[in-house]
């Protein structure tokens, strides 16, 4: 079992990459024209997409790994590299392809259905997520890690639906320049928690590393 410290560094780590604060804009600006009962339910299938598709990766992660015979250690490097490049992405507020194209942004506008596609994937639970989502929950083969790690996703989960729920309230207290400060302090963390899936994946690769470190 993890160490309480791990488990929330795991709860940052969602957060920061799931980074419900920053989708307000694309949510708002998707149902800008829907009243405020389409808006919740949008928010809650949302909020449910997300959790399912985190527990689908926590629970369905390893077997497709081992089918593809891809060590952990191995993704835990490129889910480290993948994270890097959202953080910077989110450390200069620049568009992150790997969570929603233009083209994809513009073919939401003509759906009916939003609150799973875009908007829970790939917006909020896209790789970045699901990558981390695996290597956190792979670190433990115990049922009370698993359930632990759940609770995690239920949290985040949670957190997505009230960002979603009172997301005008959040985009007119903090304003476009508030939001962009908090995409900017979560991408740091979330470049720093790169950093350290690397840091771990390269030592088990190279064991020569760990001499030296």
């Known amino acids: 079992m993890l160490n309480w410290n791990d488990y929330l ?18 949510f708002m600006a998707l149902t800008d024209s829907r009243s405020d009962k389409d808006k919740t339910r ?41 994270l890097l490049l959202m953080g910077i992405s989110m450390l200069h507020v620049l568009p992150d392809r790997s969570r929603h194209t233009p083209e994809e942004a513009e073919e939401s506008y003509t759906k009916e259905s939003i609150g799973v596609v875009p908007l829970a994937i790939p917006l909020l639970s896209g790789p970045g997520a699901i990558s981390t989502t695996i290597v956190f929950g792979h670190l433990q083969n115990t049922w009370s890690h698993f359930m632990t790690v759940s609770a995690v996703i239920f949290t985040v989960s949670v957190i997505v639906l009230v960002a979603m729920l009172i997301a005008p309230k959040i985009a007119r207290v903090m304003g476009s320049t508030g939001m962009n400060v908090m995409t900017r302090v979560m991408g740091l963390l979330l470049t720093a928690i790169a ?5 771990k994946g390269l030592t088990v690769l190279f064991p020569v590393l760990n001499s030296s470190l």
Do not use: Y
Request: proline share 5%; glycine share 10%; charged share 5%.
């Open 9 to 26: 560094q795991l709860l940052a780590g969602l957060i920061s990459v799931v980074n419900p604060i920053g989708a307000i804009p694309t």
């Open 42 to 82: 949008i928010a809650i299938i949302c909020a449910i997409s997300v959790c399912m598709v985190l527990h689908i990766a926590l629970f369905g992660g390893e077997p497709i790994l081992t089918f593809f015979s891809i060590s952990l250690a191995a993704f835990r490097v490129a889910g480290g590299i993948l």
């Open 195 to 199: 950093v350290e899936f690397m840091t």
